[in-house]
């Protein structure tokens, strides 16, 4: 039956991050939909357990990230409060398996959407902007996956920080993105690299979480995908994502 799969994937899944395991992917493919059933599985055993969804993250919204990865579709996955480090924050690797990190650009929603009706617009209900930066964590053995396999794992979501929110520029379409570690930097980008805009990962999400019932509510933060390629968390020191013309965010790996 297709929730006995649904629920021993999502089992599988939360061992594997509760444990800091890599597990092997399921050995029957999932299909999309009980791909995304399963993280929706995931979110209401988290919600149990006292977290609250706090945002949501989009991915392979970049071909330097798809190409990494050997994935050409965008995947939608979830955040809550126990994903999130602040600005200038301590983040403990302790517990990850196999952290990279990504710089990105994130969205935050003035109110909600009402993902049900066609006509309420996901780019309208949008208030700021901000540099962000992903730490993802595949739970799969050496960071592969199918495209259902890491649906199913949340889309490797594992942490996320956000800088300043500023009102929305002008154009968002071709600002630099630089990842820096200690001040060096580790990868460069543009906005462009996200579907050409980063607003058109807004209108991507909209159209997914009509379709899989992914929440979009007052306050929420977005996360449009990495700008470029991840690279693997270093051990210590100082994480940066600076993003032209919004500032920056930064992590010290502890
Ligand atoms: C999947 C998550 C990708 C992005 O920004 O493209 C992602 C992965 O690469 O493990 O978050």
Known sequence: MITDRVDAVAELLAGAERDGIA???PEVPLSIDEAYAVQTRS?????????RQVGVKLGFTSRAKMAQMGIDDVIVGFLTDAHHVGDGGD?????????????EVAFRLARD?????PADDLVSAVDAVAPALEIIDSRYRDFRFSLPAVIADNTSAARFAV???????????DLDVVLEVDGTAAASGSTSAI???PLEALRELR???????HRLRAGSVILAGAATAAVPMPTTGVVTA???GLGEVGVRVV
């Open 23 to 25: 597990v092997r992917q």
């Open 43 to 51: 979110l209401r055993g988290r919600e149990a357990r006292g977290e």
């Open 207 to 213: 159209r997914m979480a009509e379709r899989y019932g």
């Open 113 to 117: 959407v009402d993902t049900t009706d």
């Open 242 to 244: 600076r993003v032209a």
């Open 195 to 197: 579907l050409g805009h």
């Open 91 to 103: 983040l403990s690797l302790a517990g990850l398996i196999h952290p990279r990190v990504e710089p």
């Open 163 to 173: 800088g300043p929110w500023a009102p929305l520029p002008a154009d968002l379409g």
